[in-house]
């Protein structure tokens, strides 16, 4: 075993179980140690896709389409046209009626119509007081129109009556001659001479209201003659006047007044045509016009006779 000396250095025969290195022994050196290494990361290895023994993926299939359709051509927006200038078509109560290239209505340029407002204004204002101071003559010679209507047509209904009872009394009269009974003979005798009677005297009631009716339309012919005559004298009394003369009636004059105070209308012109454009007025007043001028040219001597239109305007 070996010993240690004073300096602590081994002395004697080494020990047995750690015996000293001979010449032809490397000396041996003590193991070193040795970190353990880290594992290598290494990516996985993708596998090919196992395929199964006579089985095909499926094919992809192309869109289905439906017989007979095509689909829409897709259309190019073509670049607006500078809108032409816009043309007048027509007239309303409100003035000109415009359209455009593209068909489109354009509204009315904005137009200052304050001079000829109040021009028409004045216009109109001096025909009121020229003709409402006749407006009864008007009213006079419309109610006289209308009276020269109602008589002319005087009722045949008497005279129709009349007829059929004396018919009654011709057939009494034929049982009286063919009955062999003296009391039946006097009995129709005395039915055929009452419906006789009675008979005649429908007639003689329809006569009677002819000859009356005659004679009245005769003296109403004759006021209405000169009821027209003073209307033309009237409408001549106003020099230069912008309407014709069937449309000069005090109450239309004041209808159209209206309008255009309201603004609707800026002349008196657009004021007549905004009624005669009323649904059926326009083409009744120029049927009835066309009718009275012959009927009254006919009675007066070929000189048609006033003509008013009043009438014919929805009140």
């Known amino acids: 075993m070996a010993d240690f000396d004073?300096?602590?250095?081994?002395?004697?025969?080494?020990?047995?179980?750690?015996?000293?290195?001979?010449?032809?022994?490397?000396?041996?050196?003590?193991?070193?140690?040795?970190?353990?290494q880290m594992p290598v990361y290494q990516a996985p290895v993708q596998q090919a896709p196992t395929t199964v023994p006579g089985f095909a993926p499926p094919a992809q299939q192309a869109p289905a389409t439906v017989p007979g359709f095509a689909p829409p051509p897709v259309q190019q927006v073509q670049p607006q046209q500078p809108m032409a200038q816009p043309v007048v078509i027509g007239y309303n109560v409100n003035g000109p009626v415009y359209r455009n290239a593209s068909g489109f209505v354009a509204p009315a340029p904005a137009v200052d119509h304050t001079e000829e407002r109040e021009v028409n204004l004045a216009e109109i204002q001096k025909m009121i007081n020229h003709f409402s101071p006749k407006v009864d003559v008007?009213?006079?010679?419309?109610?006289?129109?209308?009276?020269?209507?109602?008589?002319?047509?005087?009722?045949?209904?008497?005279?129709?009556?009349?007829?059929?009872?004396?018919?009654?009394?011709?057939?009494?009269?034929?049982?009286?001659?063919?009955?062999?009974?003296?009391n039946n003979i006097m009995i129709y005798a005395i039915v055929t001479a009452a419906f006789v009677v009675i008979g005649a005297?429908?007639?003689?009631?329809?006569?009677?209201?002819?000859?009356?009716?005659?004679?009245?339309?005769?003296?109403?012919?004759?006021?209405?003659?000169?009821?027209?005559?003073?209307?033309k004298i009237i409408y001549n009394g106003y020099s230069g006047c912008v309407l014709p003369a069937e449309y000069t009636d005090p109450r239309l004059l004041h209808k159209f007044q209206t309008l255009i105070y309201q603004g609707r209308v800026f002349s008196i012109g657009s004021a007549l045509n905004s009624q005669l454009a009323l649904p059926g007025v326009y083409q009744r007043i120029m049927n009835a016009k066309r009718q009275f001028d012959l009927n009254t040219a006919a009675r007066f001597n070929g000189t048609p006779a006033f003509f008013n239109a009043f009438r014919y305007f929805p009140h």
């Open 6 to 36: 004073t300096d602590w250095k081994i002395t004697g025969s080494p020990d047995p179980a750690t015996p000293d290195p001979q010449p032809h022994q490397a000396p041996v050196q003590a193991p070193v140690q040795t970190l353990p």
């Open 138 to 182: 008007y009213q006079e010679y419309e109610t006289c129109q209308k009276d020269i209507i109602k008589f002319s047509k005087t009722s045949v209904a008497p005279l129709v009556w009349g007829i059929l009872i004396i018919l009654h009394g011709v057939v009494s009269a034929i049982m009286s001659a063919t009955s062999k009974s003296k």
């Open 201 to 231: 005297g429908f007639i003689a009631l329809y006569i009677w209201k002819k000859k009356r009716h005659k004679k009245k339309i005769e003296a109403l012919l004759t006021k209405f003659e000169d009821l027209s005559g003073q209307l």
